[in-house]
Structure formats: structure tokens, C-alpha cells
Antibody
Framework: EVQLVESGGVLVQPGGSLRLSCAAS????????MSWVRQAPGKGLEWVST????????YYADSVKGRFTISRDNSKNTLYLQMNSLRAEDTAVYFC???????????????WGQGTLVTVSS | AIQMTQSPSSLSASVGDRVTITCRAS??????LGWYQQKPGEAPKLLIY???SLQSGVPSRFSGSGSGTDFTLTISSLQPEDFATYYC?????????FGQGTKLEIK
């Protein structure tokens, strides 16, 4: 059974930094792209970032480019999101999501974690 | 970036009704579109991928159609557990973009 468990969400001050983690199990982690998607309180879903299985390719939303860094450790089956220069508008539940196609850079999200809440406030 | 325009933003319907939600892409995306269901306090759940392929375990009352720029999610006979918010997502190219969501409420 595929499981994705996020952690690391906390209350942080504007300008601060935070690293989110997503522990994966139940599938061959290195074979799939992994992504972060966020949802601000009461709002819709927003794609944040995606990383290829080998970490050779990364993609970012314009809203986070230059501030967030996605990475993965395939030996630990863990996905990360390093978040710097945080702003109030980054306040959201952050979900990690698994890509649906083995070996592909693209495709739908077939499994999601339960999410972790990041609050940026002074 | 490709813009996804989803309609309606909200919809009231009754158990047993047939409902349709649409998404329009600002440029052609082939069939690279998925539909997701989200209930309050829960993670999104994949219903349909590649525009018309039913995800394993999803009831057959859900169906998807379309290609290019216009896509449709249909629920053939609404069940109580279907009242939720639905999103489309284009996975044709980066940045991926979601529709604004459709909140399906009980009439």
C-alpha cells in the first residue's frame, strides 16, 4: 500500500525558513516523480514543485521560484521542500503527491499525503 | 502558463441527479487532464486521469471525456458521498495548473 506522510509544518515568522519532509513507502520511490501541492485556507489547490526520480529535473511555480527548493533522498525514500524567505501568502496546507507514471517527468498525481500546515505569521 | 477555466464554481444537486463539470484549457493539452475530488479536511483523491481513464477503485458512475481544450467530468447518479469539491489539473506541461474548483452541494 502506498503511503505518503508529510511532516515539518509549523508556525514561522515572515522571512523565516522551514523544511518539509514527506516519507514514502509501498512503491519504488526512485522510479516516480514527486510533487508538492499547497492549499491556502479556504482556497483552491496550487501546484508548487516537482522533482524527477533521479533529481536531475526540477520544476517550480513562479510564486516560489528562487525561494523554495525541492529535493529527494532515494536512499531514505523521502521528499523534501526547503522553504526560505517565507511570506504570509505561503500559509497553506502542503501536500506531497506521487506521480502516476513510472519513469515519466509528467503525469497525474495518483496518491497524496494527508498534508502539513505551514503558517507564516508574526 | 496554461490557464484552466472550470465551471460552474458551485452546483446544487440532489441524490440521483446527473451532473456535469467542465474545464477549458487556454491552449491544447491533448488528453493530459485529471479530475480530483476533495472533501473537507482531506487530501485530494484522483478520480480520472488521461481525460477519460477511471482510476482503480473509483465507482463507475464517474466518467471523463474530452481532448484538446475542452473536458468534462460527469457523475451519472449522485450519491451522498459525492458531495465534495472537484478540481481539474492539466499535467501537459509545467507549470501544472488546477482549475478553480467546483463545490458540489446538496440541494
Amino acid at each position: 500500500e502506498v503511503q505518503l506522510v508529510e511532516s515539518g509544518g509549523v508556525l514561522v515568522q515572515p522571512g523565516g525558513s522551514l523544511r518539509l519532509s514527506c516519507a514514502a513507502s509501498g512503491f519504488t520511490f526512485s522510479s516516480y516523480v514527486m510533487s508538492w501541492v499547497r492549499q491556502a485556507p479556504g482556497k483552491g489547490l496550487e501546484w508548487v514543485s516537482t522533482i524527477s526520480g533521479s533529481s536531475s529535473s526540477t520544476y517550480y511555480a513562479d510564486s516560489v521560484k528562487g525561494r523554495f527548493t525541492i529535493s529527494r533522498d532515494n536512499s531514505k525514500n523521502t521528499l523534501y521542500l526547503q522553504m526560505n524567505s517565507l511570506r504570509a501568502e505561503d500559509t497553506a496546507v502542503y501536500f506531497c503527491a506521487k506521480g502516476g507514471y513510472s519513469g515519466s517527468l509528467y503525469g497525474y498525481f495518483d496518491h497524496w499525503g494527508q498534508g502539513t500546515l505551514v503558517t507564516v505569521s508574526s | 502558463a496554461i490557464q484552466m477555466t472550470q465551471s460552474p464554481s458551485s452546483l446544487s444537486a440532489s441524490v440521483g441527479d446527473r451532473v456535469t463539470i467542465t474545464c477549458r484549457a487556454s491552449q491544447g493539452i491533448g488528453n493530459d487532464l485529471g479530475w480530483y475530488q476533495q472533501k473537507p479536511g482531506e487530501a485530494p483523491k484522483l478520480l480520472i486521469y488521461a481525460a477519460s481513464s477511471l482510476q482503480s477503485g473509483v465507482p463507475s458512475r464517474f466518467s471523463g471525456s474530452g481532448s484538446g481544450t475542452d473536458f468534462t467530468l460527469t457523475i451519472s447518479s449522485l450519491q451522498p458521498e459525492d458531495f465534495a469539491t472537484y478540481y481539474c489539473l492539466q499535467d501537459y506541461n509545467y507549470p501544472y495548473t488546477f482549475g478553480q474548483g467546483t463545490k458540489l452541494e446538496i440541494k
